[in-house]
């Protein structure tokens, strides 16, 4: 059984609604233990206890999940509601001069996707950087020349910060 487009963008409207009332629920008790203290009856943290990246990127990563909620409504609300031309909602999807009208409503969601790769990206590396206890200038440094020598014995240095701390679930898919 093929799958028509207009009902595909209805199936997938109501899935990601109920993901994103996962994302909201999830946010709220990720920013709780980001900002607030348990072992002092949710008092905010001070300041310099606060990690600030994480916090600036789960905003960030908040906000474009927003926004792609957003935009996947209006494009179902154009096609549902706004056009009232012969076909319905399956004419709306299908023809290329609607699609080319609302143009950027088309190619925001694979920009958020990008955006929200680096993010999350972005935090994995914090991550490793820290639990490595590598300076972002060493690590670089380390990934720029791989193959540098030990100055007392001019042997190649094999073995990098990073490659001995990755945690097991990263080598397999």
């Known amino acids: 059984m093929v ?4 009902t595909a963008r209805l199936i997938a409207l109501f899935v990601s609604c109920v993901l994103y009332g996962i994302l909201l629920t999830t946010f709220i008790s990720c920013l709780r233990s980001l900002l607030f ?3 002092q009856q949710f008092r905010v943290k001070p300041r310099h206890e606060i990690k600030w990246p994480i916090v600036a990127a789960t905003i960030s990563m908040f906000i474009v999940s927003t926004f792609s909620a957003v935009v996947s409504m209006q494009d179902v609300i154009d ?15 299908n023809s290329s001069a609607t699609t080319a009208s609302a143009g950027w ?6 920009f958020e996707d990008s955006v929200q790769v ?6 994995l590396v914090n991550y490793m950087l820290a639990r490595c206890r590598v300076s972002p200038i060493r690590a670089i440094q380390t990934l720029r ?18 490659s001995f701390t990755l945690p097991l679930f990263l080598y397999f898919e």
Not at 79 to 93: H, S
């Open 3 to 6: 799958v028509q487009a207009h």
């Open 37 to 39: 203290s348990a072992s």
């Open 79 to 93: 096609a549902f509601i706004k056009y009232d031309g012969p076909g319905g909602a399956l004419a709306f999807y």
């Open 105 to 110: 409503l088309h190619w925001v969601p694979a």
């Open 118 to 123: 680096i993010l999350g990206d972005g935090l």
């Open 145 to 162: 020349s791989p193959s540098r020598t030990s100055a007392r014995s001019h042997q190649p240095v094999t073995r990098s910060p990073l």
